[in-house]
């Protein structure tokens, strides 16, 4: 596992509780199966950052299996930081604003 810690952005965690109110609203069980596969996610970018695909503006991002969502997130010396949970329908680097340096 890598020794950084992990940041989330607040509109990733947004976007992450939209998505699954979304899903609660249609089905708990597709609620629950989009925030454990979230969580594996999370998990599987912690133990092996640089393992994922180089994507747009210094990021990489890692797809969801069941889901149409990706995390966003950037490698920094100190930290992990989680920019995103984006829709693979949402305009590309939609949140480029919120990268930090």
């Known amino acids: ?3 950084r810690p992990i940041e989330l952005h607040p509109a990733a965690i947004e976007e ?10 249609r089905s708990a069980s597709a609620s ?3 925030m454990a ?3 594996v996610a999370i998990e599987r970018i912690a133990a092996d950052p640089e393992r994922y ?3 747009l503006h210094g990021t990489r991002r890692y797809l ?3 889901f149409p969502f990706f995390v966003v997130y950037r490698v920094a010396p ?3 930081q989680v920019i ?3 829709h693979g329908k949402r305009k590309p680097g939609y949140w480029r604003d919120r990268l930090i340096d």
């Open 78 to 80: 100190e930290t992990l």
């Open 53 to 55: 695909a180089s994507y």
């Open 64 to 66: 969801l299996k069941r």
């Open 32 to 34: 629950n199966a989009f």
């Open 37 to 39: 596969e979230l969580d």
């Open 84 to 86: 995103a949970v984006a």
């Open 16 to 25: 992450g509780r939209a998505a699954r109110e979304w899903y609660e609203e």
């Open 1 to 3: 596992m890598d020794p």
